[in-house]
């Protein structure tokens, strides 16, 4: 558990504990979790799921829930913590060395987040959390081409060619484009 560094890492781990616990069940996980729900949170199997597949970062809560349903004892979860910590100081690093190479210019920095996704051609279809992190958002012209984008580096793509919608073959964000 020492050489976990990442949330790759991490992932590979709380697979391998599943796997090490004969591989029970995501209900029976989430059965069992149910147990430490006020200490830990609820932990719905499909969430269970995504851990042991690698598909989501848990959070602190929904990994030691996570060893509860595959049997790891509470008072054995501090390698496990001490190796999600490591991957998240690992992921906060990553997330600001992006952020500094994408660094959003200053007058579209004080414009309206939502109006400057309307300019690039989206449509946000979630509370704007971020300019680094994921926006689910939707082509401006037919609404049908929902995708997740970085407002800072749909930015930084401004000045490559233009992104087409695949549904309605409109180019996006010309219209800010235009005006630089």
């Known amino acids: ?15 391998s504990v599943r796997a090490k616990k004969d591989s029970p069940p995501y209900l029976l996980i989430e059965r069992r979790a ?8 609820r932990l719905p199997h499909s969430t269970a799921w995504r851990i042991a597949v690698r598909q989501t970062r848990p959070s602190l809560h929904q990994m030691r829930a996570f060893l509860v349903g595959c049997n790891v004892p509470p008072q054995r979860h501090g390698p496990y913590v001490r190796a999600w910590e490591r991957a998240d100081a690992q992921y906060r690093r990553d997330l600001a060395r ?4 994408a660094a959003i210019p200053d007058d579209l920095r004080r414009k309206d987040p939502y109006l400057l996704a309307r300019e690039l051609g989206f449509v946000p279809k979630e509370p704007f959390r971020g300019y680094h992190l994921p926006w689910t958002v939707a082509c401006r012209f037919c ?6 984008i970085r407002l800072s580096r749909a930015v930084t793509d401004l ?6 919608c695949p549904v309605c073959n409109l ?3 010309d219209s800010l484009a235009d005006r630089r």
Request: hydrophobic share 35%; no cysteine; charged share 30%.
């Open 1 to 15: 558990m020492t050489q976990v560094g990442n949330y790759a890492e991490l992932g590979v781990l709380l697979a």
């Open 171 to 173: 180019a996006l964000h």
């Open 98 to 101: 992006e952020e500094s190479k």
């Open 159 to 164: 000045n490559r060619p233009a992104d087409v």
């Open 143 to 148: 609404h049908e081409d929902v995708r997740r």
């Open 34 to 41: 149910e147990a430490t729900k006020r200490q830990f949170g």
